[in-house]
């Protein structure tokens, strides 16, 4: 069997708020009317819908104008997260989604991590174009430099303290041998 509804919010994977939805006895019983995600259809519903459809239009239009001027703020910029690696460039660690929404953070946007397209974590150092979905209409990309403190920039003198002749770091105490007995 199968129930009518109207959905009162937006669910994943079955409509958006207001639309008229089938769904299985089971689920509507046990699921979308108890968490006041739905309700069943009546000629008094369905004309609230109607005007509801109304102011829904107007707000999808204004987060759809909103998404397209963050895309484009976001498309002009350039951000550089640091990633720690060895000598010879081998990555510590990786950056994932969630250092890319914590960089856009710093940056003055608010982007959920989940809304970073990354198929894999970054797990080298270059520029790399990172997509955003920021509306299920809209996507943007920006360009993330990843750069590590333990490299060398290309073309860059070295510090002072690295030149050749000069001791590197710190001194190290030298241990006293100790003498093993053998038996």
Known sequence: MSTQLILTSNVQGL?????????ADGFARNFLLPKSMAVLVTPSELRRVESFKLLRAGRERKELE?????ARKIGKLNSTVELQTGEKGKA??????????????????????????????????????????????VNASFKLNVVSPNLPV???TPPPETLPGQRHGKARPVKPKTSRKTS
């Open 15 to 23: 409509g958006a708020e207001g639309d008229q939805v089938t769904v």
């Open 154 to 156: 290309p073309g860059a």
């Open 66 to 70: 909103q998404a397209q001027e963050l």
């Open 92 to 137: 510590f660690g990786s950056i994932t989604s969630a250092d890319i929404a914590e960089a856009l953070r710093s940056c003055g946007f608010e982007i959920d991590r989940k809304a970073v397209l990354l198929t894999e974590p970054i797990k080298q150092v270059g520029i790399f174009d990172i997509p955003i979905r920021l509306n299920s209409q």
